[in-house]
Protein backbone atom coordinates (compact mmCIF):
# COMPACT_ATOMS: atom_id res chain seq x y z
CA UNK A 1 0.00 0.00 0.00
CA UNK A 2 1.12 3.90 -0.01
CA UNK A 3 2.06 5.60 2.65
CA UNK A 4 4.67 8.73 3.87
CA UNK A 5 6.94 8.87 6.30
CA UNK A 6 7.89 12.29 8.18
CA UNK A 7 11.53 12.78 9.95
CA UNK A 8 11.42 15.22 12.11
CA UNK A 9 14.01 16.46 14.68
CA UNK A 10 12.79 18.07 18.31
CA UNK A 11 8.99 18.49 16.71
CA UNK A 12 10.35 20.07 13.32
CA UNK A 13 10.09 18.47 9.70
CA UNK A 14 12.90 17.78 7.73
CA UNK A 15 11.76 15.42 4.82
CA UNK A 16 8.71 13.92 4.30
CA UNK A 17 9.20 10.69 2.43
CA UNK A 18 5.62 9.42 -0.16
CA UNK A 19 5.82 5.97 -1.76
CA UNK A 20 3.53 4.78 -4.41
CA UNK A 21 2.44 0.62 -5.22
CA UNK A 22 4.12 1.46 -8.48
CA UNK A 23 7.63 1.89 -6.53
CA UNK A 24 7.66 5.64 -7.13
CA UNK A 25 9.27 7.65 -4.15
CA UNK A 26 9.00 11.07 -3.19
CA UNK A 27 11.11 13.14 -0.71
CA UNK A 28 10.12 16.97 0.40
CA UNK A 29 12.77 18.42 2.15
CA UNK A 30 12.28 21.44 4.27
CA UNK A 31 14.14 24.46 5.86
CA UNK A 32 14.92 25.74 8.99
CA UNK A 33 11.77 27.84 9.04
CA UNK A 34 9.85 24.45 8.45
CA UNK A 35 9.03 25.68 4.78
CA UNK A 36 8.84 23.05 2.17
CA UNK A 37 11.67 24.05 -0.44
CA UNK A 38 12.68 21.30 -2.30
CA UNK A 39 11.06 18.03 -3.53
CA UNK A 40 12.86 14.95 -5.02
CA UNK A 41 11.06 12.00 -7.22
CA UNK A 42 12.64 8.70 -7.32
CA UNK A 43 12.35 5.73 -9.47
CA UNK A 44 13.76 2.36 -9.64
CA UNK A 45 17.03 2.17 -11.68
CA UNK A 46 18.50 -0.74 -13.95
CA UNK A 47 21.39 -0.86 -11.13
CA UNK A 48 18.51 -1.58 -8.48
CA UNK A 49 19.04 1.37 -6.59
CA UNK A 50 16.68 4.48 -6.23
CA UNK A 51 17.69 7.00 -9.05
CA UNK A 52 16.54 10.89 -8.08
CA UNK A 53 15.21 11.66 -11.84
CA UNK A 54 13.99 15.20 -10.68
CA UNK A 55 14.66 17.73 -8.12
CA UNK A 56 13.01 20.85 -7.56
CA UNK A 57 13.85 23.58 -5.66
CA UNK A 58 11.69 26.84 -5.01
CA UNK A 59 12.79 30.40 -3.69
CA UNK A 60 10.08 32.70 -2.25
CA UNK A 61 9.67 36.68 -1.10
CA UNK A 62 8.10 36.00 1.86
CA UNK A 63 6.14 33.89 4.47
CA UNK A 64 2.39 35.21 2.21
CA UNK A 65 4.62 33.92 -0.96
CA UNK A 66 5.27 30.85 0.23
CA UNK A 67 1.85 29.99 1.78
CA UNK A 68 0.22 30.11 -1.52
CA UNK A 69 2.73 28.97 -2.89
CA UNK A 70 4.10 32.11 -5.12
CA UNK A 71 7.64 31.10 -6.07
CA UNK A 72 9.87 33.74 -7.57
CA UNK A 73 12.00 30.86 -8.59
CA UNK A 74 11.75 27.61 -9.19
CA UNK A 75 14.89 25.48 -10.24
CA UNK A 76 14.58 21.91 -11.68
CA UNK A 77 17.22 19.31 -12.56
CA UNK A 78 16.35 16.53 -14.30
CA UNK A 79 19.12 13.87 -15.06
CA UNK A 80 18.77 10.53 -17.12
CA UNK A 81 19.45 7.08 -16.05
CA UNK A 82 23.04 7.70 -17.79
CA UNK A 83 24.12 10.51 -15.70
CA UNK A 84 23.11 13.14 -18.48
CA UNK A 85 21.84 16.10 -16.31
CA UNK A 86 19.56 19.68 -17.37
CA UNK A 87 19.20 22.02 -14.64
CA UNK A 88 16.70 24.36 -15.58
CA UNK A 89 15.87 27.97 -13.54
CA UNK A 90 12.25 29.81 -13.83
CA UNK A 91 11.49 32.85 -12.77
CA UNK A 92 7.98 34.26 -11.86
CA UNK A 93 6.16 36.32 -14.61
CA UNK A 94 5.15 39.84 -14.10
CA UNK A 95 1.72 38.48 -12.70
CA UNK A 96 3.38 36.01 -10.13
CA UNK A 97 4.20 32.85 -9.56
CA UNK A 98 1.29 30.19 -10.43
CA UNK A 99 -1.34 29.33 -7.43
CA UNK A 100 -1.54 26.23 -8.64
CA UNK A 101 0.51 23.02 -7.38
CA UNK A 102 4.33 23.37 -6.76
CA UNK A 103 4.31 20.51 -9.06
CA UNK A 104 2.17 21.11 -11.55
CA UNK A 105 3.29 24.85 -12.67
CA UNK A 106 4.63 24.49 -16.49
CA UNK A 107 4.13 28.34 -17.74
CA UNK A 108 4.28 31.54 -17.01
CA UNK A 109 8.38 32.12 -16.73
CA UNK A 110 9.89 35.37 -17.72
CA UNK A 111 13.21 33.36 -18.94
CA UNK A 112 14.45 30.15 -18.65
CA UNK A 113 17.76 29.37 -18.87
CA UNK A 114 19.23 25.92 -19.31
CA UNK A 115 22.66 24.22 -18.22
CA UNK A 116 23.05 20.86 -19.60
CA UNK A 117 25.79 18.57 -18.53
CA UNK A 118 27.39 15.20 -17.99
CA UNK A 119 27.91 13.38 -14.53
CA UNK A 120 28.30 10.49 -13.05
CA UNK A 121 25.11 9.12 -12.53
CA UNK A 122 26.48 7.11 -9.37
CA UNK A 123 25.92 10.42 -7.35
CA UNK A 124 21.82 10.47 -7.97
CA UNK A 125 21.40 7.06 -6.77
CA UNK A 126 20.29 5.75 -3.40
CA UNK A 127 19.35 2.08 -2.05
CA UNK A 128 15.71 1.29 -1.94
CA UNK A 129 14.97 1.28 1.69
CA UNK A 130 13.45 -1.55 3.01
CA UNK A 131 9.97 -0.46 5.32
CA UNK A 132 11.34 1.37 8.42
CA UNK A 133 14.79 1.80 6.78
CA UNK A 134 14.84 5.56 6.71
CA UNK A 135 18.45 6.32 7.60
CA UNK A 136 19.00 5.79 3.15
CA UNK A 137 17.24 9.33 2.87
CA UNK A 138 19.11 10.67 5.65
CA UNK A 139 21.86 12.10 3.39
CA UNK A 140 19.48 14.60 1.08
CA UNK A 141 18.67 16.74 4.44
CA UNK A 142 22.30 17.95 4.31
CA UNK A 143 20.78 20.24 0.42
CA UNK A 144 18.61 21.67 2.78
CA UNK A 145 21.36 22.97 5.02
CA UNK A 146 21.27 20.43 7.79
CA UNK A 147 24.10 19.66 9.85
CA UNK A 148 25.43 16.03 8.73
CA UNK A 149 26.15 13.83 11.26
CA UNK A 150 28.57 10.67 10.94
CA UNK A 151 25.67 8.28 12.24
CA UNK A 152 21.91 8.83 12.35
CA UNK A 153 19.75 7.21 14.96
CA UNK A 154 16.00 6.89 13.60
CA UNK A 155 13.09 6.41 16.25
CA UNK A 156 9.77 5.55 15.85
CA UNK A 157 7.77 7.98 17.69
CA UNK A 158 3.96 7.71 18.61
CA UNK A 159 1.79 10.24 17.29
CA UNK A 160 -1.61 11.27 18.13
CA UNK A 161 -4.40 9.53 15.90
CA UNK A 162 -6.33 12.93 16.00
CA UNK A 163 -10.20 12.46 15.21
CA UNK A 164 -9.62 9.32 12.90
CA UNK A 165 -11.46 8.85 9.71
CA UNK A 166 -12.93 11.69 8.18
CA UNK A 167 -16.59 12.16 9.31
CA UNK A 168 -19.42 13.94 7.73
CA UNK A 169 -19.93 17.53 9.77
CA UNK A 170 -21.19 20.98 8.43
CA UNK A 171 -22.84 19.43 5.42
CA UNK A 172 -26.16 21.28 7.05
CA UNK A 173 -24.71 24.24 6.68
CA UNK A 174 -23.57 23.97 3.21
CA UNK A 175 -27.10 24.24 2.16
CA UNK A 176 -28.11 26.88 4.37
CA UNK A 177 -28.01 30.38 2.30
CA UNK A 178 -26.27 33.50 3.74
CA UNK A 179 -23.00 34.96 4.23
CA UNK A 180 -19.67 32.88 5.15
CA UNK A 181 -16.24 32.89 5.66
CA UNK A 182 -13.70 31.00 3.47
CA UNK A 183 -10.05 30.91 3.05
CA UNK A 184 -10.62 33.23 0.23
CA UNK A 185 -12.17 35.45 2.29
CA UNK A 186 -16.24 36.53 2.66
CA UNK A 187 -18.69 34.35 0.71
CA UNK A 188 -22.22 33.45 -0.57
CA UNK A 189 -23.42 30.53 0.09
CA UNK A 190 -26.64 30.30 -2.84
CA UNK A 191 -28.71 27.28 -3.54
CA UNK A 192 -29.45 25.84 -6.90
CA UNK A 193 -32.56 24.13 -8.17
CA UNK A 194 -31.05 21.32 -10.63
CA UNK A 195 -34.05 19.39 -11.21
CA UNK A 196 -35.35 15.98 -10.35
CA UNK A 197 -33.64 12.55 -10.23
CA UNK A 198 -36.28 9.43 -11.30
CA UNK A 199 -34.92 6.16 -9.21
CA UNK A 200 -37.30 3.15 -10.87
CA UNK A 201 -35.15 0.33 -9.60
CA UNK A 202 -35.00 1.68 -5.90
CA UNK A 203 -30.69 1.95 -6.48
CA UNK A 204 -29.31 5.61 -6.52
CA UNK A 205 -25.41 5.20 -8.05
CA UNK A 206 -23.40 7.80 -7.48
CA UNK A 207 -20.22 8.13 -10.04
CA UNK A 208 -17.31 10.38 -11.50
CA UNK A 209 -19.31 10.28 -14.98
CA UNK A 210 -16.14 10.51 -16.58
CA UNK A 211 -14.68 7.04 -14.52
CA UNK A 212 -17.69 5.16 -15.32
CA UNK A 213 -16.42 1.97 -13.39
CA UNK A 214 -17.93 -2.03 -13.09
CA UNK A 215 -18.84 -1.82 -9.29
CA UNK A 216 -20.52 2.03 -8.28
CA UNK A 217 -21.46 3.01 -4.96
CA UNK A 218 -25.51 2.60 -4.75
CA UNK A 219 -27.71 3.00 -1.66
CA UNK A 220 -31.06 1.29 -1.68
CA UNK A 221 -34.13 4.59 -1.95
CA UNK A 222 -37.28 4.66 -2.46
CA UNK A 223 -38.58 4.41 -6.01
CA UNK A 224 -39.88 7.91 -7.25
CA UNK A 225 -38.30 11.73 -8.52
CA UNK A 226 -36.47 13.26 -6.39
CA UNK A 227 -34.95 17.21 -6.29
CA UNK A 228 -31.57 17.41 -6.23
CA UNK A 229 -30.08 20.55 -5.21
CA UNK A 230 -26.63 22.66 -5.88
CA UNK A 231 -24.66 24.41 -2.79
CA UNK A 232 -23.22 27.18 -4.97
CA UNK A 233 -20.27 29.13 -3.13
CA UNK A 234 -19.63 33.10 -4.07
CA UNK A 235 -16.75 34.93 -3.57
CA UNK A 236 -14.64 37.99 -5.46
CA UNK A 237 -12.72 35.23 -7.51
CA UNK A 238 -16.07 33.69 -8.90
CA UNK A 239 -18.43 31.05 -7.97
CA UNK A 240 -18.33 27.03 -7.89
CA UNK A 241 -20.22 24.25 -6.76
CA UNK A 242 -19.31 23.09 -3.17
CA UNK A 243 -21.99 20.53 -2.84
CA UNK A 244 -24.76 18.86 -4.57
CA UNK A 245 -27.66 16.49 -2.97
CA UNK A 246 -30.57 14.11 -3.67
CA UNK A 247 -33.52 15.17 -0.50
CA UNK A 248 -35.55 12.09 -0.63
CA UNK A 249 -37.55 12.91 3.36
CA UNK A 250 -38.07 16.43 4.05
CA UNK A 251 -36.45 15.95 7.52
CA UNK A 252 -32.87 16.62 8.94
CA UNK A 253 -31.04 13.69 8.82
CA UNK A 254 -30.01 11.96 11.74
CA UNK A 255 -26.49 10.41 10.85
CA UNK A 256 -24.15 10.25 8.17
CA UNK A 257 -22.95 6.88 6.71
CA UNK A 258 -20.36 5.97 4.11
CA UNK A 259 -21.61 3.95 1.26
CA UNK A 260 -18.99 1.27 1.35
CA UNK A 261 -17.84 -1.49 -1.37
CA UNK A 262 -17.28 -4.74 -1.13
CA UNK A 263 -14.07 -5.55 0.65
CA UNK A 264 -13.95 -1.95 1.63
CA UNK A 265 -13.27 -1.93 5.54
CA UNK A 266 -13.47 1.40 7.82
CA UNK A 267 -11.78 -0.48 10.80
CA UNK A 268 -8.68 0.45 8.18
CA UNK A 269 -8.83 4.10 7.52
CA UNK A 270 -6.25 6.34 8.59
CA UNK A 271 -6.48 9.95 10.14
CA UNK A 272 -8.58 12.04 7.58
CA UNK A 273 -9.31 9.22 4.89
CA UNK A 274 -12.32 7.82 4.11
CA UNK A 275 -14.46 5.63 0.72
CA UNK A 276 -16.44 7.46 -1.07
CA UNK A 277 -16.55 8.78 -4.98
CA UNK A 278 -13.75 10.28 -6.98
CA UNK A 279 -14.33 13.23 -9.00
CA UNK A 280 -11.11 13.13 -10.93
CA UNK A 281 -13.29 14.99 -14.08
CA UNK A 282 -14.34 17.46 -11.71
CA UNK A 283 -18.00 15.95 -11.99
CA UNK A 284 -20.13 13.73 -10.08
CA UNK A 285 -23.58 12.09 -11.61
CA UNK A 286 -26.36 10.65 -9.31
CA UNK A 287 -28.41 8.48 -11.19
CA UNK A 288 -30.47 5.08 -10.98
CA UNK A 289 -28.63 2.31 -11.22
CA UNK A 290 -30.16 0.97 -14.38
CA UNK A 291 -28.90 3.98 -15.98
CA UNK A 292 -25.71 3.31 -14.76
CA UNK A 293 -25.46 0.09 -16.27
CA UNK A 294 -26.43 1.55 -19.24
CA UNK A 295 -23.29 4.28 -19.07
CA UNK A 296 -21.36 1.55 -18.71
CA UNK A 297 -21.81 -0.54 -21.77
CA UNK A 298 -22.15 2.94 -23.29
CA UNK A 299 -18.39 4.20 -22.20
CA UNK A 300 -16.50 6.05 -22.40
CA UNK A 301 -19.27 8.60 -23.91
CA UNK A 302 -21.72 8.03 -21.25
CA UNK A 303 -23.40 11.26 -19.18
CA UNK A 304 -20.51 13.85 -20.02
CA UNK A 305 -22.99 16.55 -20.15
CA UNK A 306 -23.09 19.29 -17.74
CA UNK A 307 -25.62 21.86 -18.82
CA UNK A 308 -27.89 20.12 -20.59
CA UNK A 309 -30.17 17.34 -20.04
CA UNK A 310 -28.29 13.72 -19.84
CA UNK A 311 -30.71 11.45 -20.43
CA UNK A 312 -33.69 10.26 -18.13
CA UNK A 313 -32.91 9.00 -14.77
CA UNK A 314 -29.56 11.11 -14.78
CA UNK A 315 -28.56 14.09 -13.37
CA UNK A 316 -24.58 15.07 -13.59
Known sequence: MDYAVL?????????????????????????????????????????????????????????????????????????SADGRVEVRSESAGPRGAS??????????????????FLAPVEGFLCPVPEFGDWQVFAPFLTQQGHEPATTVVLRDVSVDEGSGPLRATGIEQLFSPGTCDTRDGPAVVELVDAGLLRITSGQLAVSDP??????????????????????????????????????????PPRA??????????????????????????????????????RALLAAPYACTATSSDPGPGAVC
Open 7 to 79: LSARERPLALVEYWPRRMWRVYLFDDRSWRMQMIDLKPHSTGMLWAHRNTRWQFAGEQEHLYSKWEVQETTTV
Open 210 to 251: GWIGETPRTVAVPPGEFPVTLSLVRTTLGASVAAARVTFLDV
Open 99 to 116: TEPLHTRTSGPSSVPVRR
Open 256 to 293: WEMVLLPGEDPGLLGERQFYGVGVDSGTAAFMDATTYH
